[in-house]
């Protein structure tokens, strides 16, 4: 294998693989990323056995072939080259000769036989998104996954077709709060007939992907228990979740009695104030909503007590709840918007954060007894 490459595309390939890679596997073939050279261009690949990924970007090939070698240590050392071509080669014992401008390495590799086979998903159904709405969509949902592995029908996003509305919904729960949020795609509906879910670590990729500046469409394909994202000439490949998601609709609660509009980011600040002196164990902060104010406060014996007031447009009567301040605080973090919608029932009932300006978009925090 013989070829050039431009450094920055280079770079940028070798970048995308570094999460996907598996440091800490029984398999060290899978901290490796598998170069394959040929008709004008190179392809790298990297997989964990449940997420993948192929990259394809045109190069300058001399002789074809493949191999792999570290993919953290030759993304170190590509990363700090000069802005030249750089050229790679591998050698008879499978190393590979890196060479740009006047600098030379030569790192150890395998050879490609030893690689496993990524999965390479063929299918006719697929479902195209604009960028922008998938990445609100993921940002939106993904971090209400569990991180518990023995729930692992909860360790991922849930993705269904909503038959009365048209939309893709896609929703994620941990027992303790919910996030979900509906948009139209207009094609490709007919691929989510079935629901399915999403891994959290794959999600996390594709995120990455979508916010890429020249990410424009991306389009989902799906054939058994296998999913693949494409992106031009970049390809996600995942395993999905197999289980049973729970009746989550079940839990979402009626329309809010109680409805209060506050800036977002001054909310926010409020609660990471207060919950500094929260207990760690718990996080819990009180809200104490009354006549014109709602009033945040936390305490805690070993350091003290913090409370913070919010002027807010309520007369009623008076509502003392509980939260968990790292559930809210990443709700609030989660939905961008300028204002956010603050809804309750009363005391016991949990409480939903939507957008001022999307009623497609929901997040329900379950109240902790204080």
């Known amino acids: 294998m013989k070829l050039t490459i431009g450094k920055t595309e280079l770079q940028r390939a070798l970048s995308r693989i570094q999460a996907i890679v598996d440091k800490r596997t029984s398999m060290p073939i899978l901290a490796n990323v598998l170069l394959e050279a040929g008709s004008g261009k190179l392809q790298l690949a990297a997989t964990d056995l449940e997420v993948g990924i ?3 970007h045109a190069a300058q090939v001399e002789t074809p072939g493949s191999l792999t070698v570290s993919a953290k240590k030759f993304f170190e050392i590509v990363r ?3 802005e030249e071509m750089v050229t790679l080669a591998a050698t008879p014992n499978s190393f590979l000769d890196i060479r740009c401008a006047r600098s030379h390495f030569t790192l150890a590799g395998t050879t490609a036989d030893e690689y496993p086979t990524l999965p390479d998903v063929k299918t006719d159904k697929t479902l195209s998104l604009q960028a922008v709405v ?3 969509m993921i940002e939106r949902t993904m971090y209400a996954t569990s991180l518990d ?3 692992y029908n909860l360790n991922g996003v849930y993705v269904e077709y909503l038959t009365d509305s048209a939309k893709v919904r896609m929703v994620a729960t941990d027992g303790h709060r919910l996030a979900y949020i509906d948009r139209s795609i207009g094609k490709g509906l007919d691929a989510l007939s079935k629901g399915m879910i999403i891994p959290r670590k794959a999600l996390t990729e594709v995120k990455r992907l979508v916010d890429e500046d020249d990410a424009d469409e991306i389009e989902f394909g799906f054939e058994g228990n296998s999913c693949v994202v494409r992106k031009g000439n970049v390809t996600l490949s ?7 998601f729970p009746n989550y609709k079940q839990v979402i609660p009626k329309a809010a009695t109680v409805r209060l509009v506050i800036e977002r980011e001054f909310f926010s600040q409020a609660v990471r104030r207060v919950a500094l002196l929260s207990t760690e164990r718990t996080r819990a902060i009180r809200c104490d909503l009354t006549n014109g104010r709602l009033l945040i406060s936390s305490s805690n014996p ?11 447009d309520y007369a009623g009567k008076e509502i003392t709840i509980g939260f968990n301040a790292k559930y809210l605080l990443e709700s609030l973090s989660a939905i961008k918007s300028k204002e956010v919608e603050f809804g309750l029932q009363d005391e ?6 939507r957008p001022s300006d999307d009623v497609d978009s929901l997040s329900v925090i379950m109240p902790m007894r204080i």
Do not use: F, W
């Open 54 to 56: 192929r990259d394809e």
């Open 80 to 82: 700090e080259l000069p």
């Open 134 to 136: 998938l990445s609100t």
């Open 149 to 151: 592995e023995t729930r």
């Open 238 to 244: 995942m395993r999905l979740i197999e289980g049973e």
């Open 302 to 312: 070993d350091l003290g007590e913090a409370q913070e007031e919010i002027d807010v």
């Open 348 to 353: 016991l009932s949990p409480v939903q954060l």
